[in-house]
């Protein structure tokens, strides 16, 4: 196998005069070892400039990161500062973009189920709109405002009936989905002509969600198709095309650019007549290349006939999305970046489950020894955030790197955090 393609690296991935891995001017030994590991490295240039790709193709404040993608405050502010909205589908998601100093009018609500509680403080904290997805949270909605809380600005998550082709746990956009009102049962004009006649709320906009991780940039015209014809005869002056833009994970997978998707949804949206203002939400297009684990071997066991097992100081507790989809990723040496990689091994964390895979066939380069530090690309999204303190493993640090310098943006956890929430 071939070296790893530095496609799938962050912009700033060189190769430093020791032959070493060097992202954002950081030498990825040196940060390993300044930081420990397991260790989230981000490119913070990277960062920006997805986000810069994205407002050039959408324009400013329409495109709505997803911060479930990846959220702290040093990516919440990030993504403030270029000019995004922050998608946030709980109240914990909401009061880390608050308190990370994100005003509540860059931020919009999602979510299927948001309780009472959620929803009175996105309303008063005043939001800048919420995607109401069922009747009853129209009903919950209704209620607030009977009990003083602000008007609402809502959207509503129509789901337009298009299977995108994905994982089917991350597929949204179909007949069978726990989101949105369903267009083609009625459901979705039912909602509007209540919101429209609601005192409670001002309707302005639709919205719809195909799926995450979405490769064909066609599938995003369907929908903006569909869409369009029920839109246009409302006369709403917003429609959110949201859906999940893919990107590369391993050699040989291509994916649009946040350019070309622009191009798509924009050139759809143009023939179908609509002139509502078009509203987009990335998450994982802006993060998932941005970053790299750094893993150090610690264990490796050769089953003669079977296979080798290289065993890593993490595993589903920092990145679940293999055992969760089957996700496949790549991995290769800090210390040798361009090598050939024609040796194979699975890489395993250290949790007590057997399931517990990094990468169920991985080509390496031969001569991978206990104490070398392994990196995995295009980790920025759905690793961080998904990740669990399983087996009580603090969760690793995050680091931005740019310039040469190294910044922590969010600490390892200690293992007295770990008993933090205990009380009895
Ligand atoms: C998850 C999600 C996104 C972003 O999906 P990505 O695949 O990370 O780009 C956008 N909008 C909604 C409503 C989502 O749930």
Known sequence: MAPVSWSLLPDSARIDAGGGLEIGGCSAAALAAEFGTPVFVYDEGHLRRRCQEAVAAFGRERVVYATKAFLCAAMARLAHEEGLLLDVATGGELFVALRSGVPATSCVLHGNNKSLDELKMALHEGVRHINVDSFDELDRIEYLYSQGAPRARVQLRITPGVHAHTHEYIATGQDDSKFGFNLANGDAQRAVDRARRSGAMELVGLHCHIGSNVFAAESFGHAARLMAAFAAPLGLPELTLGGGLGVAYVQGEEAPSLGRWGEVVLGACREAGVEAAVFVEPGRSIVASAAVTL??????????GIRRYIAVDGGMSDNPRPVLYGSGYEAFLARAPGAERPARARIVGKHCE?????IFDAALPEGVKVGD???TPVTGAYGHSMGSNYNKVPRPPVVFVRGGQARLVVRRETYE???RCDVG
């Open 373 to 375: 530090l392994l990196v």
């Open 354 to 358: 057997s399931g517990d895979v990094l």
């Open 295 to 304: 893993y150090t071997v610690g264990t490796i066991k050769d089953i003669p």
């Open 417 to 419: 955090d770990l008993m």
